[in-house]
C-alpha cells in the first residue's frame, strides 16, 4: 500500500516495489512511464526541497523511456541519469549511512530484463524518503527580543 510522506514542501510516495511492478506488467507499460513521471517529480522536488535541486525534467525522463526506448539510447541514459540521481539524493539526505544507492549498470541490466528495476530504484527510494522524513527539517530561526 502506497503512502504519502511530507518532506517539507515536497510530496513523496512510499510505494510497494512489486506492487508498482506488477502494474506496469499489467498495464502493459503505461504504469511504467507514470511512474517514471512520478518518481523523476519527487526526485526533482525533493532535491529543491534540500537546497542543491537536480533542475531535471520529468517529462524528458519519460520520453526518453517511451518514444526514446524505440532506439534505446535515451532509455538507456534517462535510466543511468535516475539512478545517479536517487544515489545523489541519498548522499543529500543521509550522508552517514552505510548503503549506496542503485547502481546505474544494475539498474539498465534490470529495466532490459523485465522492467525490474522498478522494484529496485523503489527499494533505494522508500529507504531514502522515510530517513528524509525522520529527519528534523531545519526551521527558520526566530529571534524574540525581551
Do not use: C
Not at 54 to 83: C, D, Q
Not at 99 to 123: E, K, N
Amino acid at each position: 500500500m502506497a503512502v504519502d510522506i511530507q518532506i517539507g514542501a515536497a510530496q513523496v510516495r512510499n510505494r510497494n516495489p512489486w506492487v508498482s511492478w506488477v502494474l506496469s506488467f499489467v498495464t502493459l507499460g503505461v504504469y511504467g512511464a507514470v511512474y517514471w513521471y512520478k518518481i523523476n517529480r519527487e526526485l526533482r522536488d525533493v532535491s529543491a526541497q534540500l537546497g542543491r535541486p537536480f533542475n531535471n525534467s520529468p517529462g524528458n525522463a519519460v520520453l526518453a523511456v517511451t518514444l526514446g526506448a524505440l532506439v534505446i539510447v535515451p532509455a538507456v541514459i534517462s535510466w543511468i541519469h535516475t539512478a545517479r540521481r536517487v544515489r545523489s539524493l541519498e548522499e543529500m539526505v543521509a550522508p552517514e549511512a552505510e548503503w549506496v544507492g542503485p547502481s546505474s549498470g544494475m539498474t539498465v541490466l534490470l529495466a532490459l530484463l523485465g522492467h525490474f528495476h522498478i522494484v529496485y530504484v523503489q527499494g533505494y527510494l522508500n529507504r531514502i524518503w522515510e530517513r528524509a522524513s525522520a529527519t528534523p527539517q531545519q526551521a527558520p530561526v526566530v529571534a524574540v527580543a525581551v
